[in-house]
């Protein structure tokens, strides 16, 4: 004992020292009160048995004492100890001869005392797992809402039976309706699988028919698993999903015909190359049974020297395909669920089934606000382009390159202004200067000398295109460059388990309503509007009203590369921002364009919801292949052009040209 | 007065199959394969995938030049071709290989198991080993011939008649062309497309049974292949567009109403030229790629159409030997600026190197080209002496339509 006296006395100190008149006087309490309650059962506690223990753990549990949680803990794990000299728990370390001992109610050392004093108390197996649930009830009644939540994520990682029932005694005292809300349909998943009646799983399984969530949809397919099996006639008293048919899709015959074999209920076949390792293994002088071996180079030659060698006894008889297809005909393949009761599996059908046609609303639904999305970028990427191309008749194949010039204006901003927001701001209104100035450039020296001539004015900007493209490869390098997004436009808007969209293409979406109303409200309701929409009909009629067509054009190209730059910087926060990050968008933007119908606002619109929704729409049915997505939905522009040449939104009269 | 014949009313044809015999002829004498040795194996590839660029070059202004329809999608014709004869060089170099290694074993092959075998060999690295349907023909030399003229044939064909008949015009059909290539080389860049995806097909230098003779005797054989394919071309074009066939397909170009007023069926000859290039750019694409060695997807992608109608705009429209001139110089600088060949300028605080600049050179000489000189290349031989033999002073364009040939742009080659 000469070691624990100072120890103890320092405690004394300390306990004075930090805890004066009623605090500790509540401590002591507790203290009292949960040995007190182990020592009412003290026989229990020392040797618990699984039918014992139940009595001291709803007395525990009725106490509501918080260290009564870290001693159910600590007992499941074999830590706690009884000290035989004074006959009370304690949590004990071994220190070799002596156990130091631990206040299981303070968790302060209380001494040590001799390695034969203490008696190490062992739950067994059963025992530990009714201390477990007991755990979770804790747990999932713990007055901090996150170890609540905590619990819970534990408790659907890894559902079973045990926890049901501390789970549902835990939904009365729940006062977090978010959490109350998600305990119920856990314990409504939880009774789904393990309630003891067949009503109950039913009762528990018409209500998961409700939701949408995965944990659900998960548990209802876990009830519907099913094992392959095969037997010579269908058994009576199985609780069987479908029989399948060999040679069908679900069951490959060759498939079919291995399972066979793994049962043992028909003979291995022999496979092109066993027939070859068996010739091989069997060749002498020069034969193969009798054959020559230069026999041996058709199938006719090896099926005859392997007969040969099957009716000397050799090897084991070829297995032919009429062999093959009668043992599959004698037998029959089915699939049998693991649940044997079929008013469950059957209840569980119908859930799983109005869950998935749920799902699957809820899928298209957020497929549609995926197409809405890619819609707005194409809208963004060109509606710059259609109005060019609508008022000067000229195909600018540098309108991507003007994308990659705002999206490295944004870029440069931010290496100059840290904050997100604050070089965001700046960023948008410079990338339109920017490329508003490059496309004034553009018009004067180039574009401006090959009016009416379409097809130089496409080749002469994909001259100035290549350039730009190597322009920014030498100045930023080839790999790409971020452009992040401020704060407030991580993370996404989740409406369930299904529909998400994140925050950035929701802005991307809104920036397009805001050009869309922009562009409209120009072109309808200003002078400059007025003037481009006369020089879209007729120019020369245009010219001699008064209006310069010189200079609407130069105004209208410098428009619209500037909204290409601002759409460069939309793609870049999402998209990384590289050379060649234009080449990318302009073919997507010119099928917009022409798809839409030229010269019009609303067409493009038309033609980049379009485009959108084809370009989604076909990669929810392949969504492994992008490509083939891409490869499908030109196919598609190519035939529509065919029934609208002119687009969704054609102009009529002499406006349209013809 | 003397006779007209073809011949004489276009004198381009002698001038131009003399240059190429005489070039010919002296890479010939030059090469390690056949002469002296001057010129290594690996550039006289490079000569005879230039004469393949100028073939397809050449069927361009036709298409382009002549009759107005500014196609970016015969690169893809002409990869399609490559695609064609890569597979049976793939296939039959494989099958020789696969039937020797099998041959080591002590029982011979049956056909299939040999089959099996060079499925496994050419799909393994698209994790595949069955051979796709349109492998059907890949064992047969004469099957797969036929392919390279079929195949890209019958694509122009439908494509043709499909944008031909819904009188889809101008930029339009440029965007939908483009369209088109670029479809066709996203369905091969999948792994499941059948042809090895972004692998493409390789080793196509090593003619199958062939393993003996060097590659300098092959290289001197496909340039002397190239450069017959490049004069029949030639040929066949300035036949195409002499006579009346080629004033109706310029008069397309210039003013197609109108022709199609005076009864001509414009689209069956629009359709007519469009296939009929397709398919020489196809034989020209199954003569460049055993020179190259390799072809994948990236060669169908719409730029190398747009770099075709460079050089084509360069060299001069509307001038057989200057698309082929155009494409000839424009390709080999580009290979000798690309490879490093040209010499570094430095400028004190910073030092041009050609790898990074030649783009942006490519990219401003075209523009100033196209704003300058429209004649381009071709337009050098304006300069020498009489332009054409009878040539009435033009006032103005040659017709109303936005294609139309410009009175700047010279007089063309009848």
């Known amino acids: ?658 | 007065m003397t006779r007209k014949t073809f011949l004489t009313e276009n004198r381009s044809i002698f001038w131009f199959l003399l240059a190429l015999a005489v070039f010919t002829l002296v890479v010939t004498v030059l090469s390690t394969g056949a002469g002296t040795g001057a010129i290594s194996t690996s550039f006289v590839k490079t000569l005879g995938r230039t004469l393949c660029l100028m073939l397809v070059a050449v069927a361009m202004d036709v298409v382009w030049g002549y009759t107005g329809i500014l196609s970016l999608g015969h690169m893809a014709f002409f990869g399609l071709g490559g695609y064609m004869i890569g597979m049976w060089l793939m296939y039959a170099r494989t099958e020789i290989i696969v039937a020797e290694s099998l041959a080591a074993a002590a029982i011979p092959p049956t056909p299939q198991e040999i089959h099996d075998a060079v499925g496994t060999q050419i799909f393994g690295v698209v994790g595949a080993s069955e051979f796709p349907a349109i492998w059907f023909f890949a064992s047969s030399f004469w099957a797969q011939m036929a392919l390279v003229v079929l195949v890209p044939g019958i694509l122009a064909l439908v494509f043709g008649w499909l944008a031909f008949r819904s009188r889809v015009t101008g930029v339009y059909l440029s965007i939908l062309t483009q369209a088109m290539t670029l479809a066709l080389s996203l369905y091969l860049f999948q792994n499941d497309s059948g042809l090895r995806g972004n692998n493409g097909l390789s080793g196509l230098q090593n003619l199958p049974g062939l393993d003996a003779v060097p590659q300098s005797l092959v290289s001197i054989w496909f340039f002397w292949g190239s450069a017959a394919a490049l004069a029949a071309g030639y040929l066949l074009f300035a036949w195409v567009v002499s006579g009346k066939m080629g004033s109706v397909i310029r008069g397309i170009r210039d003013n197609e109403s109108r022709v199609r007023f005076l009864g001509y069926h414009v689209e069956s000859y629009k359709l007519f030229v469009f296939t009929l290039t397709g398919i020489v750019a196809g034989i020209a694409g199954a003569l460049y790629y055993p020179q190259a060695g390799i072809i994948n997807p990236n060669e169908i992608a719409p730029i190398a159409s747009i770099y075709l109608a460079v050089w084509v705009a360069i060299g001069g429209r509307g001038r057989l030997y200057g698309a082929a001139i155009g494409a000839g110089v424009v390709s080999l600088l580009s290979s000798w600026f690309t490879s490093g060949g040209a010499p570094d300028i430095p400028l004190g605080f910073y030092t041009i190197q050609w790898t990074d600049w030649w783009l942006v050179l490519l990219g401003v000489s075209f523009v100033a080209v196209t704003l300058l000189a429209p004649k381009g290349i071709g337009g050098l031989f304006d300069l020498m002496g009489r332009t054409h033999p009878v040539m009435p002073a033009r006032v103005g364009g040659y017709g109303p339509d936005k294609g139309a040939r410009r009175k700047s742009e010279g007089e063309e080659e009848k």
């Open chain 1, 1 to 658: 004992m000469p070691r624990v006296l100072p120890i103890v006395f320092a405690l004394v100190l300390c306990a004075c020292a930090a805890l004066p008149g009623t605090g500790r006087a509540q401590q002591d309490d507790a203290a009292s009160d949960l040995q007190s309650i182990l020592q009412t059962h003290a026989e229990e506690v020392a040797d618990p048995g699984r039918r014992t223990v139940g009595a001291v753990i709803d007395d525990l549990v009725a106490s509501g004492l918080p260290s009564a949680a870290t001693f159910l803990e600590r007992w499941a794990d074999r830590e706690v100890y009884l000290n035989t000299e004074d006959g009370r728990f304690y949590y004990a370390e071994d220190e070799g001869e002596t156990y130091a001992l631990t206040n299981i109610a303070t968790g302060e050392p209380a001494g040590s005392a001799p390695e034969d004093a203490v008696e190490e108390i062992r739950p067994n197996g059963g025992v530990r797992r009714v201390i477990g649930s007991a755990l979770v009830q804790f747990q999932l009644s713990d007055p901090d809402p996150a170890v609540r939540s905590d619990a819970l994520d534990a408790l659907a990682r890894r559902p079973n039976a045990e926890q049901l029932a501390p789970l549902r005694n835990s939904i009365e005292g729940e006062q977090d309706p978010a959490i109350r809300a998600r305990k119920e349909r856990l314990a409504a998943i939880l009774s789904a699988r393990f309630a003891d009646s067949t009503e109950d799983r039913i009762e528990a399984i018409s209500s998961l028919a409700s939701g949408l969530s995965l944990e659900a949809r998960a548990s209802l397919s876990q009830i519907l698993e099913t094992q392959q099996r095969v037997a010579e006639s269908l058994p009576e008293d199985a609780n069987i999903a479908t029989e399948l048919e060999p040679g069908s899709d679900a069951l490959p015959a060759a498939e079919a015909y291995a399972r066979l074999v793994d049962e043992g209920l028909a003979p291995a076949a022999q496979s092109r190359e066993e027939i070859k390792a068996a010739l091989t293994a069997n060749l002498a002088d020069g034969r193969v049974g009798g054959v020559p071996v230069g026999q041996l180079g058709t199938e006719a030659g090896r099926a005859r020297a392997y007969a040969a060698l099957a009716e000397a006894g050799t090897v084991p008889p070829l297995v032919t395909d009429e062999s093959r297809a009668e043992a599959l005909a004698s037998h029959v393949f089915y699939l049998e669920y693991d649940e044997p009761d079929p008013a469950i599996t059957d209840a569980a059908r119908t859930a799983l089934d109005e869950v998935e046609t749920r799902v699957f609303l809820n899928q298209m639904a957020d497929l549609g606000l995926d197409a809405l999305s890619l819609a707005s970028i194409y809208f963004l990427a060109a509606i710059g382009l259609a109005i060019t191309f609508g008022v000067m008749g000229v195909i600018n194949m540098a309108h991507g390159e003007f994308i990659m010039m705002g999206a490295y204006t944004g870029y440069v901003v931010q290496q100059i202004i840290p904050d997100y927001t604050m070089s965001l701001i700046v960023a948008l209104p410079l990338a339109f200067a920017v490329t508003f100035g490059a496309g004034v450039a553009l018009e004067r020296l180039v574009i401006r000398w090959l009016y009416h001539r379409p097809l130089e004015t496409l080749l002469a900007t994909f001259g100035i295109s290549i350039m730009l493209q190597q322009l920014a490869k030498n100045i930023f390098g080839t790999q790409a460059r971020p452009l992040t997004s401020p704060g407030w436009l991580d993370g996404a808007w989740v409406v369930n388990d299904v529909i998400a969209i994140s925050n950035i293409r929701i802005a991307i979406f809104v920036l397009a309503l805001i050009f869309l109303a922009l562009i409209l409200f120009v072109l309808n309701r200003t002078r400059l509007g007025l003037e481009v929409r006369a020089v879209t009909q007729n120019p020369g009629m245009a010219g001699s009203m008064g209006i310069n067509p010189d200079r609407i054009n130069m105004l209208t190209f410098g428009l619209g590369s500037g909204i290409a730059g601002i759409a460069g910087v939309a793609i870049g926060l999402y998209a990384q921002v590289t050379s060649e990050m234009g080449a990318n968008y302009i073919v997507q933007s010119f099928m917009t364009v022409v798809v839409g119908g030229v010269g019009n606002v609303w067409g493009t619109l038309a033609g980049a919801t379009l485009i959108g929704v084809l370009q989604k729409g076909i990669e929810w049915f392949n969504p492994s292949n992008t490509l083939a997505a891409q490869t499908y939905m030109i196919l598609f522009v190519i035939f529509f052009i065919q029934f609208r040449p002119k687009g969704i939104v054609a102009l009529k009269g002499r406006a349209a040209g013809d």
